[in-house]
């Protein structure tokens, strides 16, 4: 009786407890919870913008002649991050200039409007912009020096990211003088990338790179009499046309009228050429000093491996390699040795076709089991080392390539490793498919990334090919196929690829990466639209759809739902 009474007591007990909790503090934890499922509120009302066009700003004088500022959101480690970007069209992903935006700290239903949100004007987004700045220190033509004026004249305005950061950083002062032919870029810098014109900004007369006017000899040398005697020019070069014979024309006239020049070739359009009048001078004997410098300005250097096809210069892969940490030196410089950062999807499309068939639940985080997945044409294998690394996924991975060289090139550069949950086979992907298709076998996912110098490689355009790998798919199971089209017939081919595999599946529909430089045998660069085709095998609809930067422990997927 007594045990009965005690356990009645308690009961009460606990229950008068409970209701004094939820007396005293109940209603600030409501409001705690409701304040963090607001601000998760908000925050996906952000990402569900995507990329938005916020302001269309035309040029008084030649109405015709628009340039267009978009807002661009998404996840990186769970912080939200919005980049601004300045382009020529609403619809091209060239941009003349791009910016961070400060997210503010805390978000409400008043400041969600990305449009009133301040520039990070120590964030530099452009690599063109921060390879020429860098250089500027690197070369020591600027200093670490928070007390003497240095005078910097910036030719070409863009959005301003360049004049905002070296007006921000606290550890130089600039006397800045930037110039631009266009009245109507400065307009844009000033309203929607935060350029103030102050005592810093001798002179701002409101040009693309270089102009015709920059390599006439007399602008050159007057170029070389205004710059100081320890000074650097740094000279942005963007060829879409005849690269190889651009640059060595403009190297030449340049090196007629300074002490030293030298080309830095950093991307496939992109150049930028170094000069000096300074006397005696070799970038090779100061390179150790010059890494230095360069660590100094940007300790998040970045540096990637590529995979190209000889002649055509076509870049298949592309890897992010572990910078060692601390400084640079002899002892640690060479990156032949250095790490794949097999954490990071460097190429735009790669991180599409895995966020895609993710977002999808072809594949899951987390799964009872392991879960299959085929990935035909291995490339530098940078797809299958990021899956590797989602150790939660479980995914048992076979990869079917038909060069053995690219094999070898993949385990020997790419750190590509093959074990239990990974088999490399070289084979005709074309004949494995229907192999295992009369096998009956089964993927929860398909990656099909088998290209030249276009995707896919003909052979997968077959339809006995197309309907093998569609019986391959599992139920419910999601097909990637990276889709590279010859130059001006985007829509033509990926509309003839669509309408074939939507024979043998559900559903299918594109997703436009964007424009990828492609130099061809003559060497002449030409640009190409990537299209990732999704295709899956049972009834799917999302509403919105949410890729962070590219790391593997921060994807994110937003609001999707299978039906």
Same mark, same amino acid.
């Given at each position: 009786?007594?045990?009965?009474?005690?356990?009645?007591?308690?009961?009460?007990?606990?229950?008068?407890?409970?209701?004094?909790?939820?007396?005293?503090?109940?209603?600030?934890?409501?409001?705690?919870?409701?304040?963090?499922?607001?601000?998760?509120?908000?925050?996906?009302?952000?990402?569900?913008?995507?990329?938005?066009?916020?302001?269309?700003?035309?040029?008084?004088?030649?109405?015709?002649?628009?340039?267009?500022?978009?807002?661009?959101?998404?996840?990186?480690?769970?912080?939200?991050?919005?980049?601004?970007?300045?382009?020529?069209?609403?619809?091209?992903?060239?941009?003349?200039?791009?910016?961070?935006?400060?997210?503010?700290?805390?978000?409400?239903?008043?400041?969600?409007?990305?449009?009133?949100?301040?520039?990070?004007?120590?964030?530099?987004?452009?690599?063109?912009?921060?390879?020429?700045?860098?250089?500027?220190?690197?070369?020591?033509?600027?200093?670490?020096?928070?007390?003497? *004026?240095?005078?910097?004249?910036?030719?070409?305005?863009?959005?301003?990211?360049?004049?905002?950061?070296?007006?921000?950083?606290?550890?130089?002062?600039?006397?800045?003088?930037?110039?631009?032919?266009?009245?109507?870029?400065?307009?844009?810098?000033?309203?929607?990338?935060?350029?103030?014109?102050?005592?810093?900004?001798?002179?701002?007369?409101?040009?693309?790179?270089?102009?015709?006017?920059?390599?006439?000899?007399?602008?050159?040398?007057? /170029?070389?009499?205004?710059?100081?005697?320890?000074?650097?020019?740094?000279?942005?070069?963007?060829?879409?046309?005849?690269?190889?014979?651009?640059?060595?024309?403009?190297?030449?006239?340049?090196?007629?009228?300074?002490?030293?020049? *030298?080309?830095?070739?950093?991307?496939?359009?992109?150049?930028?050429?170094?000069?000096?009048?300074?006397?005696?001078?070799?970038?090779?004997?100061?390179?150790?000093?010059?890494?230095?410098?360069?660590?100094?300005?940007?300790?998040?250097?970045?540096?990637?491996?590529?995979?190209?096809?000889?002649?055509?210069?076509?870049?298949?892969?592309?890897?992010?390699?572990?910078?060692?940490?601390?400084? /640079?030196?002899?002892?640690?410089?060479?990156?032949?040795?250095?790490?794949?950062?097999?954490?990071?999807?460097?190429?735009?499309?790669?991180?599409?076709?895995?966020?895609?068939?993710?977002?999808?639940?072809?594949?899951?985080?987390?799964?009872?089991?392991?879960?299959?997945?085929?990935?035909?044409?291995?490339?530098?294998?940078?797809?299958?080392?990021?899956?590797?690394?989602?150790?939660?996924?479980?995914?048992?991975?076979?990869?079917?390539?038909?060069?053995?060289?690219?094999?070898?090139?993949?385990?020997?550069?790419?750190?590509?490793?093959?074990?239990?949950?990974?088999?490399?086979?070289?084979?005709?992907?074309?004949?494995?498919?229907?192999?295992?298709?009369?096998?009956?076998?089964? *993927?929860?996912?398909?990656?099909?990334?088998?290209? *030249?110098?276009?995707?896919?490689?003909?052979?997968?355009?077959?339809?006995?090919?197309?309907?093998?790998?569609?019986?391959?798919?599992?139920?419910?199971?999601?097909?990637?196929?990276?889709?590279?089209?010859?130059?001006?017939?985007?829509?033509?081919?990926?509309?003839?690829?669509?309408?074939?595999?939507?024979?043998?599946?559900?559903?299918?529909?594109?997703?436009?990466?964007?424009?990828?430089?492609?130099?061809?045998?003559?060497?002449?660069?030409?640009?190409?639209?990537?299209?990732?085709?999704?295709?899956?095998?049972?009834?799917?609809?999302?509403?919105?759809?949410?890729?962070?930067?590219?790391?593997?422990?921060? /994807?994110?997927?937003?609001?999707?739902?299978?039906?």
């Amino acid at each position: 009786m007594l045990f009965y009474f005690a356990k009645f007591s308690l009961h009460i007990l606990v229950v008068i407890a409970a209701v004094f909790l939820t007396t005293k503090y109940g209603s600030q934890w409501g409001i705690t919870k409701r304040e963090t499922r607001k601000s998760e509120d908000i925050k996906r009302a952000v990402l569900q913008k995507m990329e938005k066009t916020v302001a269309k700003v035309c040029d008084t004088n030649v109405p015709k002649n628009c340039f267009f500022v978009s807002d661009r959101a998404y996840l990186d480690h769970e912080n939200l991050i919005v980049e601004r970007s300045l382009k020529v069209s609403d619809i091209s992903d060239v941009k003349i200039s791009a910016a961070e935006l400060e997210t503010p700290q805390e978000l409400s239903w008043k400041n969600f409007n990305t449009k009133k949100w301040n520039i990070n004007k120590l964030v530099i987004r452009n690599l063109y912009a921060k390879v020429m700045i860098g250089v500027a220190f690197m070369a020591e033509a600027l200093h670490f020096d928070p007390e003497q *004026y240095q005078d910097v004249l910036v030719i070409g305005l863009g959005g301003g990211v360049m004049s905002n950061f070296l007006s921000a950083v606290d550890f130089i002062k600039v006397n800045l003088t930037t110039v631009d032919i266009d009245p109507t870029m400065a307009q844009i810098a000033k309203e929607w990338f935060g350029v103030v014109e102050n005592v810093c900004y001798n002179d701002n007369k409101p040009i693309v790179c270089p102009v015709p006017e920059f390599t006439r000899v007399e602008v050159v040398k007057h /170029l070389s009499e205004v710059l100081d005697n320890e000074g650097v020019l740094a000279l942005n070069i963007l060829c879409m046309r005849d690269a190889i014979g651009i640059e060595d024309e403009m190297l030449a006239t340049y090196k007629d009228h300074f002490k030293t020049c *030298y080309l830095l070739r950093y991307k496939l359009s992109q150049r930028l050429l170094v000069c000096t009048n300074r006397q005696n001078w070799s970038f090779e004997e100061q390179r150790d000093r010059f890494l230095k410098n360069l660590w100094n300005i940007d300790d998040r250097l970045l540096v990637r491996r590529e995979m190209l096809i000889s002649k055509t210069m076509y870049s298949f892969s592309t890897a992010a390699l572990v910078v060692p940490s601390g400084i /640079l030196n002899k002892g640690n410089r060479n990156t032949s040795v250095w790490e794949i950062d097999k954490h990071f999807l460097h190429s735009p499309y790669a991180r599409v076709m895995v966020g895609f068939v993710f977002a999808m639940e072809g594949l899951k985080f987390n799964p009872t089991n392991k879960q299959d997945v085929l990935l035909l044409g291995l490339g530098g294998g940078v797809v299958a080392n990021f899956l590797s690394s989602l150790k939660t996924a479980k995914l048992k991975m076979t990869s079917i390539e038909l060069d053995p060289t690219v094999r070898d090139i993949a385990v020997k550069w790419f750190n590509l490793e093959e074990n239990d949950m990974h088999k490399v086979i070289t084979a005709d992907g074309a004949q494995f498919v229907k192999d295992e298709a009369k096998k009956g076998r089964k *993927y929860k996912a398909i990656f099909l990334d088998a290209c *030249y110098t276009t995707c896919p490689a003909k052979v997968f355009s077959n339809p006995d090919v197309v309907e093998s790998i569609a019986s391959l798919l599992d139920k419910d199971g999601v097909l990637a196929v990276n889709v590279l089209t010859a130059p001006f017939k985007n829509e033509e081919q990926v509309n003839k690829i669509m309408q074939l595999y939507k024979t043998q599946f559900t559903s299918c529909f594109t997703f436009l990466v964007g424009l990828q430089h492609v130099r061809t045998r003559s060497f002449y660069p030409r640009a190409t639209m990537m299209s990732i085709n999704i295709c899956v095998t049972g009834s799917t609809v999302f509403s919105s759809l949410c890729l962070d930067s590219g790391r593997a422990d921060g /994807l994110f997927f937003e609001k999707f739902r299978r039906s």
